[in-house]
């Protein structure tokens, strides 16, 4: 009986240990992202915020509950906005593509879709649609127009 509890022991301060470092590596990443995030400035963070909304739509009504897809285009230059950014702020030497033109031009694409994608699904009566769906979808054209906005203060730049 006593062997059986020291064996239980055992495996919960290595599961404790494993947790510990779950969590040390998770406050990292939360660390660093908010380190670049306030790095982020005018254009730059609406286009990075918009990106970022839509991943959080795509991941919510697209992958959990399925209720509402953005598509694979959106996600992909959501996507590609975020990690730019992540990159670009944690990198100590030259981007291998020019970072303001990779965000203006994705970011762009990003917000034209989206209007697009809202007045075609407004035309085909979205808000007729269950609850999740609507939320999505207002969630997903919000952010894909905020990155767009983004995208033209960028320009002036």
Same mark, same amino acid.
């Given at each position: 009986?006593?062997?059986?509890?020291?064996?239980?022991?055992?495996?919960?301060? *290595?599961?404790?240990?494993?947790?510990?470092?779950?969590?040390?590596?998770?406050?990292?990443?939360?660390?660093?992202?908010?380190?670049?995030?306030?790095?982020? =400035? !005018?254009?730059?963070?609406?286009?990075?915020?918009?990106?970022?909304?839509?991943?959080?739509?795509?991941?919510?009504?697209? &992958? &959990?509950?399925?209720?509402?897809?953005?598509?694979?285009?959106?996600?992909?230059?959501?996507?590609?906005?975020? *990690?730019?950014?992540?990159?670009?702020?944690?990198?100590?030497?030259?981007?291998?593509?020019?970072? *303001?033109? &990779? &965000?203006?031009?994705?970011?762009?694409?990003?917000?034209?879709? !989206?209007?697009?994608?809202?007045?075609?699904?407004?035309?085909?009566?979205?808000?007729?649609?269950?609850?999740?769906?609507?939320?999505?979808?207002?969630?997903?054209?919000?952010?894909?127009?905020?990155?767009?906005?983004?995208?033209?203060?960028?320009?002036? =730049?």
């Amino acid at each position: 009986m006593a062997d059986e509890q020291a064996e239980e022991s055992g495996a919960n301060t *290595g599961d404790d240990a494993e947790q510990s470092e779950i969590a040390a590596a998770a406050s990292k990443v939360g660390s660093e992202i908010s380190e670049t995030f306030s790095e982020l =400035k !005018g254009g730059e963070r609406l286009a990075v915020i918009g990106a970022a909304i839509v991943l959080v739509v795509w991941l919510v009504f697209d &992958l &959990l509950i399925d209720d509402y897809s953005t598509g694979a285009l959106p996600f992909a230059l959501a996507l590609l906005i975020v *990690g730019a950014a992540f990159v670009h702020h944690r990198r100590d030497g030259a981007d291998p593509v020019p970072y *303001g033109s &990779l &965000l203006f031009v994705a970011a762009g694409i990003l917000g034209i879709i !989206g209007a697009v994608d809202a007045i075609e699904e407004i035309r085909d009566d979205i808000f007729d649609a269950r609850g999740g769906t609507v939320v999505g979808a207002l969630g997903y054209y919000a952010g894909a127009i905020v990155s767009g906005v983004g995208a033209l203060q960028l320009r002036g =730049k």
